[in-house]
C-alpha cells in the first residue's frame, strides 16, 4: 500500500473516530443538559485553542513569514464571521428555532469542520 493511501485511511479514521464516538454518545444520552453541551463545546474549543497555540502557529513560523500565518488567521476569521451572519440570518427567517443557540453553535463548528478539512488535506499531501 503506497504512503498516500496509507496516510489518508489513518487520517480518515482518526478524523472521524472522535465524531463518531460523540455521535454515539450524543444519541445514547438524549436527555443532556444545557450546561453538560455547553461544557463540552467549551472543553473542545480549548482543545482547539491549544493545539492551534502550542502546535500548529509554531510549527507554521518555521515553514513560513509570520505575515503569511496572520493573513490565514484573518480570513479564517473572516470566513467564520460570514458563516456565523449567514446562520444568524436562517435561523431569524426561521422563528421555530430563534433561541436555539446550541443547535447554531453546532452547525457553525460543523461549517468550520468542513470548510478546515480542505486545506488540511493539502496540508497532509504537501507533508508526505
Known sequence: MSNLLKTTLIGLFFG?????????????????????????????SGLMTAIICFDLIPEALEISSVINIFIGIIVGVIVMIICDMLVEKKFNANKQYTNNNLLKTGIIVSIGLAIHNFPEGLAIRKWI
Not at 444519541?27 to 463540552?40: D, M, P, R
Request: charged fraction near 5%; charge should be positive; aromatic fraction near 18%.
Open 16 to 44: 472521524t473516530f472522535g465524531t463518531t464516538i460523540g455521535g454515539i454518545i450524543g444519541v445514547t444520552f438524549k436527555n443532556t443538559s444545557n450546561k453538560f453541551l455547553s461544557f463540552i463545546l467549551s472543553f473542545a
